[in-house]
């Protein structure tokens, strides 16, 4: 069962936007923002255009784009699965999604008993 549960997912639209970037800027990553400027936002970037760190967690990947979150912020979120959608306005200001009409938004879903025990160890 814990091949089947993924604790990041993305929408189609969302999946359609990272087609889209990954065009124009080749292999991309993800990295779920814990506040400042961009609020609580999911921040697309160049592969390798973020510095991930050993405090970072990898949630897992969307159609090949590794997801990381700050290990702090994922204490918070652990027993969430992370909904990558996309909706209208303006992304984050240093997100690759941004002037393109269309910004990434993190929806969740708390994991159910069963899929929280199925889930490998982060």
């Known amino acids: 069962m ?5 604790r990041v997912t993305a929408t189609p639209a969302a999946l ?10 080749g292999p991309l990553m993800f990295f779920q ?3 400042c ?7 697309c970037f160049p592969s390798g255009e973020f510095d991930v760190s050993e405090t970072d967690v ?10 990381y979150m700050g290990r702090e912020q994922f204490e ?6 992370l909904i990558i959608d996309v909706v209208d306005g303006n992304g984050g200001m240093f997100s690759l999604d941004n002037g393109s009409g269309l910004r990434f938004l993190t929806r969740s879903r708390l994991f ?3 899929e929280l025990a199925a889930l490998p160890p982060t």
Request: proline share 5%; with cysteine; charged share 20%.
């Open 16 to 25: 359609a936007l990272l087609a889209r970037l990954r065009k124009l800027y």
């Open 112 to 114: 159910s008993d069963e």
């Open 33 to 35: 923002s814990g506040g």
């Open 58 to 67: 990898y949630l897992g990947n969307l159609d090949g784009t590794p997801f």
């Open 76 to 81: 918070y979120w652990e027993h969430t699965q």
């Open 37 to 43: 400027c961009d609020g609580s936002a999911p921040m």
């Open 2 to 6: 814990a091949s089947l549960i993924a």
